[in-house]
């Protein structure tokens, strides 16, 4: 074994470089997966941030290129023309984006202004970005895919959930108060005191009081107002009804924006324990509401029974709440930090409290050490962990994602805060400056190297784990690791394709705090002893110095070389792929029992075809298909036949085909006692004896739809038989 | 309303036996077809538990009009032609309301024509029978829009010239259609099946019901009557399913999605065999009166204000 060689296996086996190999080969600067080479200059691709949170109607968020393309749409003119529009709007938008990963917030208007005055052009420019500007169809506050931006999200798409709440309840409410207003206003139109002449005259518009006698109008009218009005209970009940509906405090008035604002920050909390105590404080006043809103939805319908509902309204209590009952109410978002003291418990706690409540757990570090050290990261276990914890919840929605996903899983994300029952966003940004990559590709490497891999579990759809969970937005989700393609030059100035797998150390890769686990390789000593880590997962070798794991990187100069990988950290990718396998499972790929079922089936099916060829041998050959009935369908034939010849009826039996009897009341009304209609109103023969045959017969005659059948004569001394069964032959 | 407040509601639910929804005796000639309208009617009242007060019936002016008499419902009882929009006035004041709407073959497609292709373009939510018996019965014979061409009457003595419309084909033709069926009296239990469906369609539904008319053209569909062949029943999985006793009466049958419009137009011009069950159903259409909003909410003073402000513009001040 060659020194060089050695060496790196010293490094692989140990994580250190031996003493005897000189000075340790620095790391080159700003190394990097080589499949992220092409994402260096973030600022200048079209990708999904950042976002705007829009504040109309519409996507509550949307990147925004597709704001730009959407405008440039509405806006550009086809032809060379509309060609340097978009030219110069793309600039324009490159502009923001440059801005906004530098730190610069504020919304898209303003970003555009920015954007437009730092370019310092003509007014060409400015006249063709005004159009532009004014074809946008989305505004509000952008957003770059930083350690924030979960937060940030799920409190945007939290409140676009609530603003819809508050218009239903609120549009509930409000027409609740206007109709129990109108019963109560309906009752004292009708009393004694609006009767007097004077409260009549009030009524009537200044001009042609003098026309009439509101004296003689009153005694007119007064005897109406004796006929009874609201009972007193009734009228408590409903002034009831109307004074909590009224000093509700959960729905603002729609359109308030900051009425609903204050409201928003009433129910946004940081711990679990302030929450629910906000929770046990409100149930009294919810429950007041809710026994309000049904109370004043009977009365309203006039379907308000004392002796059936008061009981019921008695005993009504808040441990009685069911989701949807819950649901109606605004819900408590919070956001908790995974690493936060007592995080499991609280989240067990606000789970199954009952609680209306979405929570945001904010998982900043997967690299995190596991409580012995030395290496056992646990790799996102404490968010990873309590994402599956609230799936044994059962009612509780789980999303986790990256944060560089949460575009593409918006809809997911807005139908759990929708999700009646409590919800868990897991979703991982990385802490700023703890990786060399930008926070889009940290957060997104995270994603696709299976360290932090996006799943979803959505009581809502189902009620077992194939409808609800899935792994869907993860990137080739049935693979271990996601392949990717990777074009180079080589030394020889040739392109060079080759398929690369994202593994768990090429994410680790990015991480300052871990680049002592990675030793670089120089050119000439890439030969043999030199595996993939992605082979080198698939079978580690015995040897340490038969398959040396490595991945490709590049560096500041994108420069393609070696990385040699400690097994501390191979190890932690074997554990990575392990949890994906879980993972998979769940979500219905590769399942482990579903394969030996699948195998054991398969092995019965062809010993059985191994039988039944073997007993054919001998035969005829069978015949082609359609030259006679199989036996199944000749045995159905043979059933079908027989259980319509017992239900042909017998011609010498009167009886009516009620199905097809058409209600048109001849024969019921010609013969009451012999003719009778069901319960659907079609006609059947209730007494055959209580009438004549002649009287049967007649009735044949009359059914416009010929579905009386009169059989044969029962009495053989009823006077006129002959010419009767000859008027009945037609009806037999 | 919520699932609670529905619960509590069901609480107090009176339930109706057929019986209840009977008004006055009917006053069709004898063996009409509108009985067996009129009994699938109550029937569809009692099952899907309409309340009476909640339940209207509108109608325009011929036999088929005269049903609102006899259901014990709110009913009203308009002028000729004009049942439609008197429908759509009651549902968009009481959109709480079940609105049916029966009319007839001269009622709807003659003189009521403009309103009908207006109200399928509308798309409210309300169930209209057309009880087609292709004649002017109440005024005892003559041609009426759907009258087969040839038909012998009192305004056409030598037979009539021109071919019959097709209400189907019509309204299958209107922007917006949204629910259009074909039942005949003569098939009761078919018949309260598609009313059903009509009625669970937030919609415009229309159905058109062949009736027979004995008294004045008793051999219109004598040929139907008899031969079950000559009837072809749609089925399907979101259409309707005919019952196993039905079936063996009625071998012919067809399976048609009701999301296939251009299907359903080929279908709906068939004039022997008559099809019978669902031929169009979308249930994605918006409403009108969803699009317009009437559901805002309006206080008593705004609306008292707003008609004076209209008063005033017709009044003639004393001098």
């Known amino acids: 074994m060659d020194s060089q060689l050695r060496s790196q296996v010293v490094f692989h086996l140990t994580g250190r470089v031996p003493d005897d190999a000189g000075a340790e080969q620095p790391l080159p600067a700003g190394l990097r997966p080589a499949l992220l080479a092409q994402y260096r200059h973030l600022e200048s691709i079209r990708h999904d941030f950042p976002v705007v949170f829009a504040r109309g109607p519409g996507e509550y968020v949307v990147s925004l290129a597709a704001a730009v393309d959407g405008a440039l749409r509405a806006a550009a003119p086809q032809g060379a023309q509309g060609e340097a529009m978009r030219k110069r709007a793309l600039h324009t938008e490159r502009l923001i984006r ?290 599956f914890m609230a799936m044994t919840f059962g009612d509780a929605f789980v999303l986790q994602s990256a944060a560089s996903n949460l575009l593409q899983l918006r809809d997911r994300l807005q139908r759990g805060l929708r999700h009646a029952g409590p919800a868990l966003f897991s979703v991982y940004a990385p802490a700023d400056g703890e990786s060399t990559l930008p926070g889009y590709l940290a957060a997104a490497s995270a994603m696709q190297s299976r360290a932090f891999p996006a799943f979803s579990y959505d009581p809502g759809r189902g009620s077992n784990g194939a409808t609800r969970f899935s792994l869907e937005n993860n990137p080739q989700p049935e693979a271990d690791w996601p392949l990717e393609s990777l074009t180079y030059a080589d030394q020889d100035l040739q392109a060079v394709t080759e398929e690369l797998a994202f593994t768990f150390v090429d994410f680790l890769l990015a991480d300052r705090r871990h680049s002592q686990h990675f030793a670089a390789v120089p050119r000439a000593h890439w030969g043999a002893g030199l595996v993939s880590a992605r082979q080198w997962l698939e079978s580690p070798p015995a040897d340490p110095s038969t398959g040396l794991p490595f991945i490709l990187a590049v560096d500041d100069a994108d420069l393609l070389c070696r990385v040699v990988v400690d097994e ?165 | 309303m919520s699932t609670a407040s529905l619960c509590l509601h069901h609480l107090a639910e009176e339930h109706h036996a057929l019986e209840d929804y009977q008004g006055g005796v009917p006053r069709w000639c004898k063996g009409c077809g509108d009985n067996a309208i009129l009994a699938a009617m109550q029937r569809l009242c ?153 009625y669970r369609h937030r919609g415009f539904s229309f159905v058109r019901i062949l009736q027979r008319c004995p008294e004045f053209v008793g051999s219109m569909f004598e040929p139907w009557v008899h031969d079950p062949q000559r009837m072809l029943m749609l089925t399907h999985a979101d259409g309707t399913r005919i019952s196993p006793a039905l079936q063996k009466i009625y071998r012919n049958q067809l399976a048609h999605d009701p999301a296939d419009i251009n299907r359903a137009r080929e279908i709906a011009s068939s004039e022997d065999p008559i099809p019978v069950g669902i031929l169009y159903r979308n249930p994605q259409v918006p409403c009108y009166e969803d699009l317009r909003g009437a559901g805002k909410l309006r206080t008593a003073d705004q609306v008292r204000s707003a008609l004076d402000g209209e008063f005033d513009k017709f009044t003639v001040w004393p001098q």
Request: aromatic share 8%; charged share 20%.
């Open chain 1, 98 to 387: 440059d801005a906004v990963a530098k730190g610069a917030g504020g919304t898209l208007l303003q970003a555009w202004d920015a954007a437009v005055a730092s370019a310092g052009t003509d007014d060409a420019w400015r006249r063709e970005m005004k159009i532009v500007r004014d074809a946008l169809a989305v505004d509000g506050e952008l957003a770059e895919c930083d350690s924030r931006l979960p937060a940030r999200f799920l409190r945007h798409a939290w409140a676009v959930v609530q603003r819809e709440k508050v218009r239903a309840a609120r549009s509930r409410i409000d027409a609740l108060v206007l109709r129990l207003e109108a019963i109560l206003r309906a009752d004292y139109a009708r009393s004694a005191v609006a009767l007097q002449s004077a409260n009549l005259q009030q009524t009537f518009g200044g001009t042609h009081q003098a026309l009439f006698d509101f004296a003689k109008m009153s005694q007119l009218l007064s005897p109406a107002a004796r006929q009874g009005g609201l009972d007193s209970s009734r009228r408590a009940r409903i002034e009831w009804a109307l004074r909590v509906l009224r000093e509700q405090a959960f729905f603002p008035p729609p359109g308030d924006a900051g009425a609903q604002e204050a409201s928003n920050d009433r129910f946004t909390f940081d711990n679990v324990p302030a929450a629910l105590e906000s929770y046990r404080n409100r149930l009294p006043d919810m429950l007041s509401l809710l026994k309000a809103l049904h109370l004043a939805e009977l009365e309203a319908e006039g379907q308000f029974v004392e002796q059936l509902h008061g009981p019921l309204f008695e005993r009504m209590q808040s441990q009685d709440f069911t989701a949807a009952d819950l649901q109606f109410f605004p819900d408590y978002l919070v956001t908790l930090g995974s690493d936060a003291p007592g995080v499991q418990a609280d989240l067990g706690n606000a789970l199954s409290s009952g609680m209306p409540v979405k929570v945001l757990l904010e998982v900043q570090d997967l690299l995190e050490e596991a409580a012995p050290g030395q290496g056992r990261f646990s790799f996102g276990m404490r968010g990873g962990q309590l994402a």
């Open chain 1, 568 to 732: 501390r950290m191979m190890r932690a990718a074997q554990r990575c792929r392990e949890a994906w396998h879980r993972l998979q499972e769940l979500g219905g790929i590769h399942d482990s029992r579903a394969e030996a079922l699948l195998a054991r089936e398969r092995a019965l099916w062809a010993e059985q075809r191994a039988v039944e060829a073997a007993s054919l041998a001998p035969a005829v050959a069978p015949a082609a298909p359609g030259d006679q009935p199989t036996t199944a369908a000749a045995a159905a034939a043979a059933g079908a036949s027989a259980a319509e010849a017992e239900e042909v009826p017998n011609p010498d039996t009167a009886y009516i085909e009620t199905l097809r009897c058409s209600s048109c009341n001849e024969c019921t009304l010609a013969s009451p006692k012999m003719f009778a209609y069901d319960q659907n109103k079609q006609a059947y023969i209730v007494d055959l004896k209580a009438g004549t045959y002649r009287q049967l017969v007649e009735a044949a005659e009359s059914c416009q739809v010929s579905v009386i059948h009169p059989g044969k004569p029962w009495n053989p001394d009823e006077p006129g038989l002959d010419e009767l069964i000859e008027r009945a032959r037609p009806f037999l």
């Open chain 2, 46 to 198: 009692r099952d899907e538990g309409l309340r009476p007060e909640k339940t209207v019936f509108v109608s325009g002016i011929g036999c088929s009009s005269r049903l609102p008499h006899y259901m014990r419902t709110y009913g009203f009882h308009g002028i000729h032609g004009r049942a439609l929009p008197i429908a759509e006035g009651i549902k968009l004041a009481r959109p709480d309301l079940h609105v049916f709407v029966n009319t007839g073959d001269g009622d709807c497609c003659s003189i009521g024509a403009a309103h009908w292709i207006h109200a399928i373009r509308y798309n409210m939510n309300i169930t209209v029978l057309l009880h087609d018996n292709h004649i002017y019965g109440l005024t005892k014979k003559q041609a009426s829009p759907t009258s087969p061409i040839g038909t012998r009457s009192n305004t056409t003595p030598r037979g009539s010239y021109l071919d019959a419309l097709s209400p189907l084909t019509v309204t299958l033709g209107v922007q917006n259609v949204s629910f259009v069926a074909q039942a005949v009296d003569w098939i009761p239990e078919s018949l309260f099946q598609i009313l059903t469906a009509a």
